[in-house]
């Protein structure tokens, strides 16, 4: 079966500092892909990131890096710089073989002035 | 490019009414879902099309139905409409390639529904 987790419920922090999210799976499945996907109050899914099982490399998307370490089966958000802005529910999901997506419950991040 | 549309965006049902809401995608996927999201939780996924024509049961599909017709449209219908059902449904849409971003999903805007 497979899990994700997100042990974190709401985090905060301060403006301009950096922040991260945490985010373990579980699966045994060879090839999958880790995303993260933010929500803002006004309640659409944005896409932020894509992980895949084998990339060697971390992702980067601008302000958002995702520390993957595939050994621990971890896949921790990083959002460098903070903004007001970045306040949101952020969800980490997985997809492996299956055919849908498993989402974390989410951790909701406020970004103090 | 329009996405993942579905409508309405709000509604109000009576205990016993039943609706539909309606999903449409432009990009040729062939995957396709229904999620409900009740409030501060994560994503449950209710049904789900592989292609046209043919569709299965998620986590929780009691008290709903899909149909799968064309690779475009996915409607979900709610009959017997429930407090139980009030929560916000996302459509969504994916390609089937695993090894690319593209594995991830495209997330219709939502539709909040309140059963009273």
């Known amino acids: 079966a497979q899990k994700i987790t997100q042990t974190q419920p709401g985090m905060f922090v301060q403006e301009k500092e950096a922040v991260t999210l945490d985010c373990t799976y579980d699966t045994s499945d060879p090839s999958y892909g880790l995303f993260w996907y933010k929500q803002p109050s006004s309640g659409e899914m944005i896409f932020l990131i894509y992980q895949g099982s084998y990339d060697q490399q971390n992702a980067t998307e601008g302000r958002y890096s995702l520390n993957f370490q595939k050994a621990r089966k971890s896949a921790n958000l990083v959002i460098s710089a903070s903004q007001l802005g970045d306040s949101a529910m952020y969800f980490c999901?997985?997809?492996?073989?299956?055919?849908?997506?498993?989402f974390g419950a989410g951790t909701r991040l406020t970004v103090k002035p | 490019n329009a996405g993942v549309t579905q409508t309405p965006k709000f509604r109000i049902l009576k205990i016993g009414q039943s609706m539909t809401l309606q999903c449409t995608q432009d990009m040729n996927h062939n995957y396709m879902y229904w999620y409900r999201q009740d409030p501060g939780m994560g994503l449950k996924l209710i049904y789900y099309?592989?292609?046209?024509?043919?569709?299965d049961k998620g986590e929780v599909p009691n008290g709903y139905n899909v149909s799968r017709s064309t690779t475009e449209d996915f409607p979900l219908r709610l009959e017997l409409a429930a407090p139980s059902q009030t929560s916000v449904y996302f459509c969504?849409?994916?390609?089937?390639?695993?090894?690319?971003?593209?594995?991830?999903?495209?997330f219709g805007s939502g539709t909040r529904l309140t059963v009273v």
């Open positions: 099309s592989v292609g046209a024509g043919i569709t």
């Open positions: 999901a997985m997809r492996g073989e299956g055919n849908d997506m498993r």
């Open positions: 969504a849409s994916s390609y089937s390639n695993l090894g690319s971003a593209d594995y991830g999903y495209t």
